[in-house]
């Protein structure tokens, strides 16, 4: 059984940071690709971040460009997001997204991160 487990998530002021972190098991961690998406209320659910399954390449919503920064350790199995220069508008139930194909898709339960004064 694949479980993925995030952290992190909490209030925080504008400008302020947060670490998220996704833990992995019962999957070969190194094996997946590795998402964060985000929902906010009453928005869809979209793509912030992803890491391929070695590491290297990321891609980012533009939104989060140059803020946020996603990694891995493969290690531990452990997925991490670090947001930086937090906005209101990034306020929203974060989800770890572990994908190895069409068949082994799978998503945590959500952290929630709320950016307010």
């Known amino acids: 059984q694949v479980q993925l487990v995030e952290s992190g998530g909490g209030l925080v002021q504008p400008g302020g940071s947060l670490r998220l972190s996704c833990v992995v098991s019962?999957?070969?961690?190194?094996?997946?690709?590795m998402n964060w998406y985000r929902q906010a209320p009453g928005k869809e659910r979209e793509l912030v971040a992803g890491i391929p399954s070695a590491g290297g390449s990321t891609n980012y919503a533009d939104s989060v460009k140059g803020r946020f920064t996603i990694s891995r350790d493969n290690a531990k199995n452990t997925l991490f997001l670090q947001m930086n220069t937090l906005k209101p508008e990034d306020t929203a139930v974060y989800y770890c997204n572990a994908r190895f194909d069409y068949f082994n898709d799978y998503w945590g339960q959500g952290t929630q991160v709320t950016v307010s004064s």
């Open positions: 019962g999957f070969t961690f190194s094996r997946l690709s």
